[in-house]
Nanobody, 121 residues
């Protein structure tokens, strides 16, 4: 099964910005970014379907933006105004089954290896 591949991890100071990319994306209808903070369970950050409909976790609304290039098969996550609480491993994910409609967090079943994001205060 094709596996997404995230860009290399990065470090930034609080208030800074980063852009993550996932390529080659498996280019499924529903794609997403998840993260796992130190000592916490993995949680959904943002998802997007092939129509461009997006959904965000409350803790990133207004700061993060997910987008995709369906021609180049790349998924992006633009992260702004980062805080130390955003530190964690970020995973690109795909729903291998869904082909239409809105994305459902619990249905993502294909995962990248993850990339480390570190935000220092």
């Amino acid at each position: 099964q094709e596996q997404p591949g995230e860009s290399a991890g990065e470090s930034v100071q609080a208030g800074g910005s980063l852009r993550l990319s996932c390529a080659p994306s498996v280019n499924k209808h529903c794609m997403a970014w998840f993260r796992r903070a130190p000592g916490k369970q993995r949680e959904g950050v943002a998802n997007i379907n092939s129509y461009g409909d997006t959904n965000y976790a409350d803790f990133v609304k207004g700061r993060f933006a997910v987008s995709r290039d369906n021609v180049k098969n790349i998924l992006y996550l633009e992260m702004n105004n980062l805080t130390p609480e955003d530190t964690g491993i970020y995973f690109c994910a795909a729903d291998s089954i869904r082909r239409r409609g809105h994305c459902i967090w619990a249905h993502f079943d294909t995962w990248g290896k993850g990339t480390q994001v570190t935000v220092s205060s």
